[in-house]
Each structure stands twice: as structure tokens, then as C-alpha cells.
């Protein structure tokens, strides 16, 4: 379900569709059709016709828009579908793309705690590893272009000490620039490897979420190959390869192996 705010605004939505920024909007989709588009995707999911909500705002997805609450209202639809794995997929691109937004990171993780109590049921074991890495989680509240900007300040501010410091002359002053320079490095470093973390840089390929349950974790590329293990909804994953309708993912506990693409989606 819902938190109660994401339901508000949702509401709000209906009423104010035409003031959404079409973001990434490409042709032959115009702003008038991307307004329709919206605007009927919400009046559907209010009728609870959510099979047409889905297939507005995926719509406007496979149009080139993106935007947090069209991933917002997609995510939304799919959980109340019970397609948890692809309501997490976008609920994560619209925390990433709006990390304040605290009503999609609440039904995100809903989610992700209804295919855990899923599997718990079924198999007695935890939930599915879903969560983001230690190092991009440290950074959660900020998006990807508010890292970058912080990491060009930290940097101007780094080099506005150096050149203060070779400048100073009172010994207080040098003192106190001094520790301000290791600690502007410090927290520039650990910046500078969130920003990395969060575009990929020390995995092996792109970050996705497993979208089917028990997918099955094959030794090839190929129905025929055995099986190694399985895939969960909502498991986050690596794509290592891809091999035409087969993709090598990477999962947490060391499993590796082939899923079938459509399983899997890159986030």
C-alpha cells in the first residue's frame, strides 16, 4: 500500500499533469501528447484500471521521458499489480533521480519487504538482498549531478586553501589552513569515491534488479544448460555480459551465472 503522502500527491497529479517538466522528452511525442499521456496514466490508476495506468507511463518511458514521478507513478501502478520486482526498479530510478523524495524510497522499500516476507514464507529463509552498496548508500540523499557539483566545490575549496596557505602570513592563520587542507582531502576523497561508486566505476558492468521470482541461474547461455541456482524478485545484481536473449549477472553470496535478459533490468 501506499504511504498516505505518496496517495496526496499522487492526487495532485490528476489536477496539476500539464505543469510536469518533460525531461528527456524526445519525438514524435509532444508535450501536448506527454500531458494526455500522463493525465489519462492517473485517472486510470484512481479507477484502479492499472493495466492502463501501466501502459501510459511506460508509454512515455519507451518515449525518451524521464522523469521521477513518471518512475514514481509506473512504480506505484506495478506494485499494486503485485510486480514487485519492476515496482523497485522504478521507485530506484526515482530516488536516484530525486533523493530527497522520501515517498518513493517508503514504497521502494515496502516493496522490497513484500517479495522478502514472499520468499521467507515459502522457503523459511531472509529476504533478498536488495539494498544498494555501503559505499553508494552513504550517499543516498544526493543525486548523481549534487555529488558532482559537491566534488568540483570541494576541489575549488581545496585549492583555495593551497593557495591561501602559501600566501598567509601570520602563523595562526597557516596553523589553522593547515588542518582545514587534510581534512578538505578527506572528505573530497570520500566524496570523489561515492561519485564513482554510484556511476558504476568499480563494478563490472551496469547495476539491475531481478524482475521475475526463481528465475533460474544457468551455466550458459542456453535453455539446455543446467541450472547453478536462482535468482529473486527484487535481487540486485551486476550484468557482467550479454549473450542475445541471455544475460551473465552477477548476485550477491558469490552466485553467478546466465538469466534469461527479459529477468533482469538495468537500472
Do not use: K
Request: one cysteine or more.
Amino acid at each position: 500500500m501506499m504511504p498516505r503522502a505518496s496517495l496526496l500527491r499522487a492526487a495532485l497529479f490528476v489536477a496539476a499533469g500539464a505543469a510536469l517538466p518533460c525531461v528527456g522528452l524526445v519525438a514524435p511525442v509532444s508535450a501536448q501528447s506527454f500531458d494526455t499521456l500522463f493525465r489519462e496514466g492517473n485517472e486510470a490508476f484512481f479507477r484502479g484500471d492499472y493495466a492502463s495506468a501501466a501502459a501510459r507511463y511506460e508509454a512515455l518511458e519507451e518515449a525518451g521521458v524521464e522523469d521521477p514521478d513518471v518512475h514514481y507513478n509506473l512504480g506505484s501502478t506495478y506494485a499494486r499489480q503485485g510486480r514487485h520486482g519492476r515496482a523497485i526498479v522504478e521507485l530506484e530510478r526515482a530516488v536516484r533521480l530525486r533523493p530527497s523524495d522520501e515517498g518513493a524510497r517508503a514504497a521502494r522499500d515496502a516493496s522490497r519487504a513484500i517479495v522478502g516476507r514472499r520468499h521467507a514464507e515459502r522457503e523459511g529463509e531472509a529476504g533478498v538482498e536488495a539494498g544498494a552498496p555501503v559505499g553508494e548508500a552513504r550517499f543516498a540523499f544526493l543525486s548523481e549531478d549534487q555529488l558532482a557539483a559537491l566534488v568540483l566545490a570541494l576541489t575549488l575549496a581545496l585549492s583555495g586553501v593551497f593557495f591561501a596557505l602559501f600566501f598567509a602570513a601570520r602563523e595562526r592563520v597557516r596553523i589553522g589552513l593547515g588542518v582545514a587542507a587534510p581534512l578538505l582531502v578527506v572528505v573530497l576523497a570520500t566524496t570523489g569515491l561515492g561519485l564513482l561508486s554510484r556511476r558504476g566505476a568499480f563494478a563490472e558492468g551496469p547495476t539491475a534488479i531481478v524482475v521475475r521470482d526463481d528465475a533460474p541461474l544457468r551455466e550458459g547461455p542456453r535453455e539446455e544448460a543446467s541450472g547453478r541456482a536462482r535468482a529473486l524478485e527484487g535481487e540486485r545484481c551486476e550484468v557482467m555480459s550479454r549473450d542475445g536473449a541471455w544475460a551473465r549477472v552477477r548476485l550477491g553470496g558469490g552466485r553467478e551465472g546466465w538469466v534469461a535478459a527479459l529477468d533482469v533490468v538495468e537500472l
